[in-house]
């Protein structure tokens, strides 16, 4: 029997009010109601009664319980949702290494955030030797390995990848803990002998980023057209294979107040060449200089609120061509791996640190791989302060008592740094995001 007196209204519930209706979201269980003015009254006086002697409609309280919008009276739940944060942040179970292989890169794209970095640097055989030598050493306490394959362009270094990955894989198998990777490309380097290569070498999400139509692509990527006109048919005839033998291709395209309206033809070519697989993400990707690494992109660039309409415009189109959309907010473990105590970002020259596009920088670097001394490297970053290692967005100004932390944990620890200025996209467009998503998942399960 459902006891009102021991419940209370979850303080993560948010109610919103969206293009397409109103919807009630916890960021806790991620649970999201889209309400019609009779759901939205009997909701209201179901939540308003919890802690009182009674409520009128006890399998409804009990219903909303379940799905986390009442909570235990006694519950505190930002010190749950913290201690949540706190034992993910510090735990040493999972390894997350973003390894960069090259900063070398095959294209010179017209918006590329790491124009500053040093692009002739490759990693050498000794230090990738240290880092596959640094990865067994923080295996021996893990239960899993996840790899990041990022650049420069990681293609430009494939076959040091193959003989990371073997290795890699070998450590994981011969301690019987899982392993798999991702990958971030520009693509253009891929040939049949890759897209084979990829499902052995356990990578199973792999991010290629695109512009637009092809001559938009050879202009910002700066590769002559007949090249772009050949990888877009490339791209097209091996994209099954891709989806299959991964299990999720994500497509970035890039955009700005220039090329947004090609997002579109991006996703008609998909089309055109029947790739409809629900495996496929198409991403909006924000060309901005959010995350400090340039001051300037030479873009028109997009503000965030006229972003977050793209986007909104963007995915209504994917769901009327029949694509799966992507993206509605959901409750996170962190929020990006340069919070985590285990989680590493190792370029060519063999610098550790945390921030991953920062890879190739000095920034957040705080020890480094000594391909004959790994005992030193572990001590180095056993004794370092490490960025972001003891960042708390349930204590850090701009979020606390945010009620959507559990879905954001603060979006980027940079942005709280002393003198910065914390953006937060996450709310931007949240309204019509989540009835987007109230609309799309209940047409989806309703669907004959
Ligand atoms: S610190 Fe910010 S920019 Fe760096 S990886 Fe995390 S979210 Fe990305
Ligand atoms: S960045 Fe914004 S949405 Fe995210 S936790 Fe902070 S205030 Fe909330």
Known sequence: MFDAREWKPSAFNLLLEGKDGQILFNSVTGHALWLDEGRRAAIDQCLTGL???????????????KLGFAVPAQADEYALEKARYLAHRDDPRRLYLTLAPTMQCNMKCSYCFQQNVEHSRAMTPAIAKGVVEFARRKAETAQGMVVQWFGGEPLMA???????????????????????????????????????????????????????????????????????????????AHMPALIEGTGSVTIRINVDRQNITEAKDVVRMFK??????????????????????IDCIPHDCFSNSEFADEEDDFRRFLKDQGYMVYGM?????????????????????????????????????????????????????????????????????????????????????????????????????LEDKMAFYGAFHHERATAP
Request: charged residues 20%; proline residues 7%.
């Open 272 to 293: 055109r060449h029947a790739i409809l697989d629900p495996r496929l993400d198409f991403r909006l990707g924000f060309i901005n200089t959010s995350r400090g690494i």
């Open 51 to 65: 802690g009182g002697d009674a409520t009128a409609l006890p399998d409804l309280a009990e219903a909303l319980a």
């Open 158 to 236: 494939w076959t040091t990848i193959q003989t990371m990955s073997a290795q890699l894989q070998a450590i994981c198998a011969a301690r019987g803990i899982g392993y798999y990777a991702e990958m971030l490309t520009n693509g253009l380097l891929m040939t049949p002998e890759i897209v084979a290569a990829l499902p052995k070498m356990a990578v199973r999400a792999l991010q290629i980023s695109l512009d637009g139509a092809v001559t938009t692509y050879a202009e910002r990527r700066r590769v002559p057209l007949d090249r772009a006109e050949a990888y877009y048919r490339f791209l097209m």
């Open 329 to 429: 907010p959901q409750p996170v473990n962190h929020p990006c791996t340069a919070t985590l105590s285990n989680g590493f970002t190792i370029d060519p020259q063999g610098r550790i640190g945390k921030c991953v596009p920062a890879v190739g920088t000095d920034q957040s670097v705080f020890a480094r791989i000594h391909p004959d001394d790994i005992d030193r490297t572990l001590a180095e970053v056993e004794s370092a302060t490490i960025p972001y290692g003891d960042f708390d967005p349930f204590t850090s100004a701009g979020c606390a008592g945010c009620t959507l932390l559990p879905v954001c944990l603060g979006s980027c620890p940079k942005l709280h740094e002393a003198g910065q200025l914390l953006s937060c996209s996450m709310k931007e467009g």
